[in-house]
């Protein structure tokens, strides 16, 4: 039990469509990222939101956006969904000091 | 740009044997290294994690992994598995203390025969 709890569990949404895939973190926790795992994969680093901000990017396109908020709570927002989003979602957070701590993922499909 | 190799896509092991998981990273520095273990359906679970010092490192359930600079690897071992350790492990290598932009490898899918 990591105290990162995310939903939905699971989601099925069509190409174009848009999604929000939210975690609650950790009291005191003041970074979250969010990590996309294709299947039969590792995870990937899309971004890592600190203090509310944007704290770094990996190789994904603008279509995939993040809100963290004060609550610890966050958001993973991808508009123009295509067939290749189709993933497990997860998000991590952190105090920026040493590990993180992994939820259990959202599983999102794509038709 | 850092990357990480698990070479073994995945390995059957008889419940009692010992294991051993390689992990080789690419990064031009010291890195930050981890194992992380995912169950089917779950999150992924941190095993251990090499910062400094030491290069053997003990974890939880039982692993140990050492850190071997000259070879750039950071193996995982365990020596007795037990049925419950039947899994998904992933190696990861973050660039900086406190970095939590983790690069993780491909995994390496372990199977436990009785």
């Known amino acids: 039990e990591t105290g990162v709890t995310q939903s939905p569990t699971h989601l099925i949404k069509t190409r174009g469509q848009q999604v929000t895939l939210r975690c609650s973190s950790q009291s005191g926790h003041n970074t979250v990222s969010w990590y996309q795992q294709a299947l039969g994969q590792g995870p990937q680093f899309i971004f890592q939101?600190?203090?509310?901000?944007?704290?770094g990017r990996g190789n994904f396109p603008p279509r995939f956006s993040g809100l963290q908020f004060p609550n610890y709570s966050s958001e993973l927002n991808v508009n123009a969904l295509e067939l290749d989003d189709s993933a497990l979602y997860l998000c991590?957070?952190?105090?920026?000091?040493?590990?993180?701590?992994f939820g259990p993922g959202t599983r999102l499909l794509v038709l | 740009a850092q990357s990480v190799t698990q070479p073994d896509i995945h390995i059957t092991v008889s419940e009692g044997a010992s294991l051993e998981l390689r992990c080789n990273y690419s990064?031009?520095?010291?890195?930050?290294l981890f194992w992380y273990v995912q169950s089917p359906g779950q999150g992924l679970q941190l095993l251990l994690k090499y910062f400094s010092g030491d290069t053997l490192v003990q974890g939880i359930k039982g692993f140990e992994a050492e850190f071997k600079r000259s070879q750039s690897s950071f193996n995982l071992r365990k020596p007795s598995v037990h049925w419950s350790d039947a899994a998904e492990y992933f190696c990861?290598?973050?660039?900086?203390?406190?970095?939590?932009?983790?690069?993780f490898g491909t995994g390496t899918r372990l199977t436990i025969i009785p």
């Open positions: 990861a290598v973050a660039t900086a203390f406190g970095n939590e932009k983790l690069t």
């Open positions: 939101y600190y203090r509310e901000e944007e704290n």
């Open positions: 990064y031009g520095a010291t890195p930050y």
């Open positions: 991590a957070s952190g105090t920026g000091q040493e590990t993180q701590y």
